[in-house]
Nanobody, 135 residues
């Protein structure tokens, strides 16, 4: 059974930090790019960051660049998202996702890659963890 278990969310004050974890199982972790997405109430799900399986390349949306850091531990089949300098607008449910074709993740993270793919094109989704940033 494929599982992507996101954890580490919580309530934090503006300017604070959180580290999210995404623990994966049930598929060949080394063959998949792992991405973080978020969805605020009433808004579309948006890409935040992803890490490539092939070379560990890291990609960030503009909203995350300079504040968030993605990293992976292949031995633990886990990807982390270290978030610093949190702002109230970062409040959302954060999801991790796995895609064998990184392009489908990148269309949601980088503005110049191409038209956003259907979220259903991403192979696996986790359930999400709530991040709330108070002002």
């Amino acid at each position: 059974e494929v599982q992507l278990q996101a954890s580490g969310g919580g309530l934090v004050q503006a300017g604070g930090s959180l580290r999210l974890s995404c623990a994966a199982s049930g598929f060949d972790f080394d063959d998949y790019a792992i991405g973080w997405f978020r969805q605020a109430p009433g808004k579309e799900r948006e890409g935040v960051s992803c890490i490539a399986s092939s070379d560990g390349a890291k990609y960030y949306a503009g909203s995350a660049k300079g504040r968030f850091t993605i990293s992976g531990d292949n031995a633990k089949n886990t990807v982390y998202l270290q978030m610093s300098g949190l702002k109230p607008e970062d409040t959302a449910v954060y999801y991790c996702a796995a895609g064998k074709i990184i392009y489908y993740l990148l269309t949601h993270i980088l503005p110049d890659v191409g038209k956003k793919s259907d979220l259903g094109d991403v192979d696996y989704w986790g359930r999400g963890t709530q991040v709330t940033v108070s002002s």
